[in-house]
């Protein structure tokens, strides 16, 4: 009893280190460094991305209680312009970033 | 129209005034917690009570009858008072048992108030006794 | 064999020390193969801490008395289910099932989120480490439930409270709620952490936040039905602190589910969402302290362990910890929107908040007052009931009340005349329901009238929502009503599983009156023949006897059940004295009359010698309602839960369009 259980023991440890330890097993070479989500350009246009989203889902969202009845006729309309506009800020705060990105590749390529 | 100066701020403060008031109103009228005396606190405590203590025997009576009657004794002390307890009894119940109940003395004996014996349920965690 | 559970738990230790060092490292240092590492170190945790598990139950099994664990919590003639159920009745044993559930739950969230742990929450595997090392550390060498002993003839048995079915399904489900509430805090704090406070994270934590939920609300109300059934009082619910210790995080839990929504749809509250997630799991760890350390009187008391200072230690690291966090981080995750208007969706969102945080921390000051005038000013108190039951009304009734308005309120800004033609049929409903209960003899207590005609409203305005979408539903794509219903369902599963779940709530808001607020009592000694009369039915004692069963002698009275002069049962109520334990237990005789919606609760309370029987019995009214309101929970919670694959792929469409 003792020494099976002494081996099983053994045997378990053996192999959890070796699970452990796989990571640096798999890719000896040191290209340890992680994914370039650090990357600021990305972070703010996902931020946009979010916003443009929040601003379509909230559109649809606004239809969606009006057909139900939830919102009335007039406050429909008055509801749907400060939407409508904040739907298109960030559709164009989108395509200035997307510019500026191009126009700064371009650049690059230039130099 | 949008407002310039958000309204939270303000609906959360009138909120926390609003929930400290309806404190303040229950406790000065229901009073929400009861002191819990020892046996040797209840001379200076007239009127309904809670009591806690210890059970010392005997024990004798019925609780569905006349009353069960017991001394009650400071956990940590030596004080005791007679009890006399009348409704049900939990299983718990018994000599050395923590407990807390309801009542008031009258002449000397504390007469407890029906159904109040609550006992403490024995330690599930407790480390190991010898 | 205790050898083998010793070194599983060091083990254990010794890798989720290393995830939490290591995974520090990794993610301050940018270390992807390190990070990797230390994220596979939590599931070999995992793997040691289920071999110590195992070797736990084994020795359950064997009913081996060498370990003390074992002979301190089961005996020889105890079931072997219960036996087996003794594994978390203990202190160290109900550690070991923490440190279990916890690395079960970090190895499920690091897994399932391979990706974003790795690049967006490295500090999540820290984290998860860091806690889950506290409860090991503990495990290793505060209180072990490998100890060992010169085996005894005997077991000293299961306190007979603890002998009952729930026992095997309570704690495990308390557990996975309490313990799940572990993962959305590491997902908040390691966003904090590395400023990635975009949507995904809100994503990742309001799923698990949801399931913990679940599990917690769901483990609550099996402690309930416990309580009714085997404390047998004639109650469900006591305002134990113990009980209490469950109900706070879950209410705040609650008020996160909310408020998140607001978050996602308008990015505001963004710092008040991580303070409720990290007060959500700071009061799980409270919780437990309670539950553990003796400090508190209650029906589930222990004495004074050693245990309490280690806990008291922690929630203070951790609660400094996350403020500090909080603070830190605060110009960045201050939000820019500004709530428009009083009367909106946001707006009832940030008032259902309030309630339900208003709720929980007056639950929290009920339990800790009697322990700070202790302190303080050397008076013991006890809090009673009047206290809860008085705040759950205050605080509960408006809560029922916005469960229907929320839903029927636009966002941002709603007219007050769009929002009272909205209500206008709900309260009409709601209206006619209250008249109908008062002529019905509700008013006996006011409370309760109000809030069936709360409920009413709520019901009605769920209803209402179901109906509209649907029709709205089938305008746009034609199809039959159910195939509209399913779609209109499937397209939108949290919001229309929220509204099954705020049904549930309606459905144990009726059962809770029902019994709180309409039952009736009586008591009196029988002898053999006699009867006693309550609420429409007749019991007559027929004679009491004593059996024998599995562990234990058992004392019954068996009484006829009449009703209309008509014989409809019988049932058997007394007491069990359990042989090993020597202690008593009171075992109830419930009748449920499922046509009429009332229980028959009989108490044999005492029995003379004379043969005659003393008895309390009453009659609760729709008290199982409140079971069935768990299963709806249940089931409402798992509808919106249920993964949505087009939102998966909406959100890798956006990220991977933001890094092209």
């Known amino acids: 009893m003792e020494a099976a259980a002494l081996l099983l023991a053994a045997g378990l440890t053996i192999a959890l280190v070796l699970f452990v330890a796989r990571p640096f097993l798999r890719d000896p070479v040191s290209r340890a460094d992680r994914s370039d989500e650090d990357d600021p350009a990305a972070a703010e246009r996902l931020s946009l991305l979010e916003e443009r989203d929040r601003a379509l889902a909230a559109l649809k969202e606004l239809e969606f209680d009006h057909r139900t009845g939830k919102v009335s006729d007039t406050d429909y309309r008055e509801l749907l312009r400060p939407l409508r506009r904040e739907a298109a800020e960030a559709l164009r705060a989108l395509e200035t970033k997307e510019a500026g990105q191009r126009e700064r590749v371009r650049t690059n390529v230039r130099s | 129209m949008a407002k310039r100066r958000s309204p939270a701020r303000l609906v959360v403060a009138l909120s926390i005034a609003a929930v400290l008031a309806v404190f303040l109103l229950y406790t000065s009228f229901a009073g929400g917690a009861t002191p819990s005396l020892r046996p040797s606190q209840l001379a200076d405590h007239p009127g309904d009570v809670s009591l806690a203590g210890r059970v010392v025997g005997p024990v004798s009576g019925d609780a569905r ?35 807390y109940m309801r009542g008031e003395l009258r002449n000397g004996v504390f007469v407890a108030e029906k159904d109040s014996l609550v006992t403490k ?8 006794e010898s | 064999m205790p050898e083998l559970g010793r070194a599983a738990l060091v083990a254990a230790l010794g890798l989720i020390l290393y995830a939490a060092l290591a995974g520090g490292y990794a993610a301050f240092c940018r270390r992807r193969r390190l990070l990797d590492s230390a994220a596979n170190a939590l599931l070999a945790g995992f793997a040691a801490t289920g071999v110590a598990s195992l070797v736990l139950f084994a020795a359950l099994a064997g009913r081996d008395f060498t370990f003390e664990y074992v002979a301190r919590g089961t005996s020889r003639e105890l079931p072997m289910g219960y036996t087996l159920a003794a594994f978390w009745s203990g202190q160290a044993g109900s550690l070991l099932l923490w440190l279990l559930v916890l690395t079960g739950s970090a190895s499920a969230a690091v897994a399932l989120n391979r990706g974003l742990v790795r690049d967006v929450l490295p500090w999540t595997v820290p984290i998860l480490g860091a806690v889950a090392a506290f409860f090991a550390i503990l495990l290793v060498f505060v209180a072990s439930p490998f100890a060992t002993q010169a085996a005894p003839a005997d077991g000293a048995g299961m306190t007979p409270s603890l002998q009952n079915p729930y026992m095997m399904i309570h704690p495990p489900m308390l557990y996975l709620g309490f313990v799940g509430l572990t993962i959305p805090f590491a997902f908040a704090m390691a966003a904090l952490a590395s400023k990635r406070m975009d949507e995904r994270w809100i994503v990742a934590t309001r799923r698990w936040t949801l399931a913990a939920w679940t599990f917690l609300g769901f483990g609550i109300l099996l402690g309930a039905k416990w309580a009714y059934e085997e404390v047998g009082w004639g109650g469900w619910y006591a305002w134990d602190p113990v009980e209490n210790a469950a109900l706070m995080p879950w209410l705040v839990a609650t008020a996160f589910l909310h408020s998140v929504m607001v978050q996602e749809k308008k990015n505001m509250l963004r710092v008040w969402n991580v303070v409720l997630v990290a ?3 700071g009061l799980s760890l409270f919780g437990t302290f309670l539950t553990r350390s003796g400090v508190i009187n209650s029906i589930h008391s222990f004495t004074q362990s050693s245990i309490g200072p280690w806990f008291l230690g922690f929630i203070a690291v951790v609660a400094a910890a996350s403020i500090a966090l909080i603070l830190v981080r605060l110009p960045s995750l201050r939000s820019r929107t500004r709530l428009e208007s009083l009367v909106s969706r946001e707006a009832a969102f940030l008032y259902n908040n309030l309630f339900l945080v208003a709720l929980a921390l007056t639950v929290l000051w009920g339990v800790v007052y009697p322990l700070v005038s202790e302190a303080v000013r050397g008076v013991a108190v006890t809090v009673g009931a009047p206290y809860y039951d008085f705040f759950a009304v205050v605080f509960g009734l408006p ?9 029927l309120v636009a966002w941002r800004r709603a007219s007050l005349r769009a929002l009272g033609v909205s209500l206008l049929w709900p309260a009409g409903v709601a209206l006619v329901a209250g008249a109908l209960l008062l002529a019905l003899g509700a008013g006996s207590s006011p409370a309760g009238l109000v809030g069936y005609t709360f409920g009413s409203f709520v019901l009605a305005a769920i209803v209402l929502e179901f109906a509209r979408g649907t029709r709205a539903r089938k305008a746009l794509g034609g199809g039959g009503w159910l195939a509209s219903f399913a779609g209109l369902v499937g397209r939108n599963r949290r919001r229309y599983g929220g509204y099954l779940v705020h049904a549930a709530i309606v459905l144990l808001l009726v059962g809770a009156v029902g019994i709180g607020g309409f039952s009736t009592t009586t008591e009196a000694r029988l002898a053999p023949g006699e009867s006693l009369e309550v609420g429409g039915y007749r019991l007559q004692l027929l004679g009491s006897d004593q059996r024998r069963g599995a562990n234990a002698e058992e004392l019954r009275a068996d009484l006829a059940v009449f009703r209309e002069d008509e014989q409809v049962g019988t049932v058997s109520a007394g007491k069990n004295r359990y042989l090993a334990e020597q202690q008593t237990s009171n075992e109830v005789a419930i009748r449920t009359d499922w046509l009429r919606g009332e229980d028959l609760f009989v108490i044999g309370d005492q029995f003379n010698e004379d043969g005659s029987v003393f008895l309390k019995v009453l009659v609760n009214p729709l008290v199982n309602l409140i079971w069935l309101a768990g299963l709806v929970f249940v089931g409402g919670s798992l509808v919106a839960m249920w993964p949505d694959a087009r939102e998966q792929r909406r959100l890798a469409g956006r990220l991977a369009l933001a890094r092209a």
């Open chain 2, 65 to 99: 009858g006349d009353g069960l009657r017991f001394t009650l004794r400071d956990i940590d002390g030596t004080a005791t008072v007679p009890v006399v307890y009348t409704g049900s009894v939990p299983d718990l119940f018994e000599t050395g048992r923590h407990i």
């Open chain 2, 121 to 128: 349920c024995p330690s599930k965690y407790e480390p190991k």
């Open chain 3, 279 to 281: 007060g959500a799991f």
């Open chain 3, 399 to 407: 809560l029922v009340l916005l469960m229907g308005i929320g839903p």
